[in-house]
């Protein structure tokens, strides 16, 4: 077993533990978007930040394993004012959405984020609704793949395209309801955006 300190409170928590997973288990509240359990972090989303004692960067929750002695801060100054720009870019990434019960939104409210300041380029081709079983609106899509995690077995999703230009693709590159997606809809249940859902 390990023993550590996060936010002044000991916790001791199993070997091979992440430092989210410790939070966790103790009810400290460390937001994330990009982090799916039961698959191994992808670490894209960097909302996880946290303060190590000995660190001088913030490193992410998800993916970073307990160490015994590991002193932890998920509510410091540092962490608040980082959390709140990422989450400005990431709803930047969002784009216009006009879902009222957008659990992007709500979590951004809940770290106190209500819009951004920032923008990015709007993709041309951002809507298929070509599949009568799910419906796709890249603008929606802040780049977690979860999705691609989701579909792993599958292979189906994958992310094409580099910096702002970046978006998730099906197959390579068709249409939905000309790839070889089964509607299982998991992609669905996953994406924290509504990027995809289905009708
Ligand atoms: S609906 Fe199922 S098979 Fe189709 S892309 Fe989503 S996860 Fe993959
Ligand atoms: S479509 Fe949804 S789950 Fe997939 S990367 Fe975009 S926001 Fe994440
Ligand atoms: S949840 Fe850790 S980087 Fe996204």
Redesign the pocket.
């Known amino acids: 077993m390990i023993t550590v300190s996060i936010n002044g409170k000991t916790i001791t928590v199993k070997n091979k533990c992440t430092i989210l997973k410790a939070a966790k288990t103790a009810g400290i509240f460390i937001p994330t978007?990009?982090d799916l359990p039961g698959y191994s972090p992808r670490s894209v989303c960097r909302l996880c930040l946290i303060e190590l004692e000995g660190r001088q960067n913030l490193i992410s929750a998800c993916s970073t394993l307990v160490i015994d002695g590991m002193k932890i801060k998920t509510d410091s100054e540092i962490v608040t004012r980082n959390r709140k720009i990422i989450m400005e870019f990431i709803l930047a990434e969002h784009g216009e959405c006009h879902n009222k019960n957008c659990s992007l939104k709500k979590l951004g409210q809940k770290l106190g984020v209500e819009s951004t300041r920032f923008s990015t380029s709007p993709l041309l081709e951002a809507r298929d609704l070509s599949s009568e079983y799910l419906k796709?609106n890249?603008h929606?899509?802040?780049?977690?793949?979860?999705?691609?995690q989701i579909c792993h077995d599958r292979k189906i999703?994958s992310r094409a395209g580099k910096g702002s230009f970046v978006t998730?693709i099906f197959d390579d590159n068709c249409r939905v309801d000309e790839s070889s997606c089964v509607h299982c809809r998991d992609?669905v249940e996953?994406?924290?955006?509504?990027?995809?859902s289905y009708y």
Do not use: E, N
């Open positions: 978007l990009c796709i890249a929606l899509c802040i780049h977690c793949d979860r999705c691609i999703i998730m992609c996953v994406c924290p955006t509504g990027a995809i």
